[in-house]
C-alpha cells in the first residue's frame, strides 16, 4: 500500500501564492506518474496537474495553466504544487495521486490513479 501525505495547505487572499508538498515513499516517486486533483464542494473532482519523474513529462489543467507549476525533489520523495495567482475558483480540497499509467493522455483521470492521499484544504479569500 503506497502511502501519500499531503502539506501545505490554507488560507490565503486572492493573488497570493502558495505551494503543496505530497511526500511519496521512494518506490512510489520512481514508479509512479505524481498528480494533483482538486475537489470544491458540490462539484466534481478536477484535474491540475501530473508529474512522471522518470522522464519529466509534466501536463497541467487547462484553468491553471501559467499559473501552477509542479515540480519535485527525488532526494526527498516529495512533489510540489506552487500556486501563484490564486482565484476564488481555486478554494477547494487538492489531493495528491499517483498512477502507473503511462502514457499522459490517461492522467486527466481519477479512475487512473491507485493511491490518493487525505488531501488539503486550500481557500481562497476574495
Known amino acids: 500500500q503506497e502511502q501519500l501525505v499531503e502539506s501545505g495547505g490554507g488560507l490565503v487572499q486572492a493573488g497570493g501564492s502558495l505551494r503543496l508538498s505530497c511526500a511519496a515513499s521512494?518506490?512510489?516517486?520512481?514508479?509512479?506518474?505524481m498528480g494533483w486533483f482538486r475537489q470544491a464542494p458540490g462539484k466534481e473532482r478536477e484535474f491540475v496537474g501530473t508529474i512522471n519523474w522518470s522522464d519529466g513529462k509534466i501536463v497541467y489543467g487547462d484553468s491553471v495553466k501559467g499559473r501552477f507549476t509542479i515540480s519535485g525533489d527525488s532526494a526527498k520523495n516529495t512533489v510540489y504544487l506552487q500556486m501563484k495567482s490564486l482565484k476564488s475558483e481555486d478554494t477547494a480540497v487538492y489531493s495528491c495521486a499517483a498512477s502507473s499509467a503511462r502514457y499522459s493522455d490517461s492522467w486527466y483521470y481519477p479512475s487512473r490513479y491507485a493511491y490518493w492521499g487525505q488531501g488539503t484544504q486550500v481557500t481562497v479569500s476574495s
Open positions: 521512494e518506490r512510489t516517486f520512481s514508479h509512479y506518474a
